[in-house]
């Protein structure tokens, strides 16, 4: 993992031979929910519902992730955003097996998706926890003074 806190697989980060088609509205609204946590949170993913993760233990440990629903990687973004957590992507295939596949009821319409998914994020911007935390000026002096303490 590096300096890494969280590695997220990204299956939008390169093509690879055995890619195959994202369903299109699964697409349209990764694209957008992306899209919108980038401009939001001034992170860098390219997807933000890829399940494939890794995350450093004392970074999991910091989250206090509440929402068991789709919607729970949005709110692992906004609080690693928050903490200032450092987030690293690697590509993998995008393969998917069952285009037809549903996200049970009430979700299957992408619309739907969308507006639970935007709640989601607004839910956790609009969250005490965890205190937004401003990156350091400078990461040198920040590794000096938690290696001090």
């Known amino acids: 993992m590096g300096a890494a806190d969280i590695v997220s697989a990204s ?3 390169a093509d ?3 890619n195959n088609l994202a369903p299109p509205d699964r697409q349209r609204v990764n694209h957008k929910i992306t899209d919108n946590l980038n401009a939001t949170l001034k992170i860098n993913i390219t997807d933000a519902f ?3 993760k890794a995350y ?3 970074a999991l440990a910091k989250l206090r992730i ?3 629903g789709w919607g729970m990687p949005l709110q692992v973004w906004v609080q690693a ?3 200032g957590l450092k987030i690293v992507e690697v590509a993998i295939p995008r393969i998917y097996l069952d285009p037809n596949r549903t996200f049970g009821v009430g979700l299957t319409n992408p619309d739907s998706r969308m507006q639970y998914y935007m709640s989601v994020i607004d839910d956790a911007l609009n969250s005490p926890f965890p205190p937004r935390v401003a990156p350091p000026l400078n990461p040198l002096a920040a590794n000096r003074s938690m290696s001090a303490g």
Do not use: K, S, V
């Open 81 to 83: 955003a928050r903490l």
């Open 16 to 18: 690879f031979p055995e």
């Open 50 to 52: 890829c399940g494939f």
């Open 11 to 13: 299956r939008y980060l």
């Open 56 to 58: 450093r233990t004392d």
């Open 66 to 68: 509440t929402e068991n």
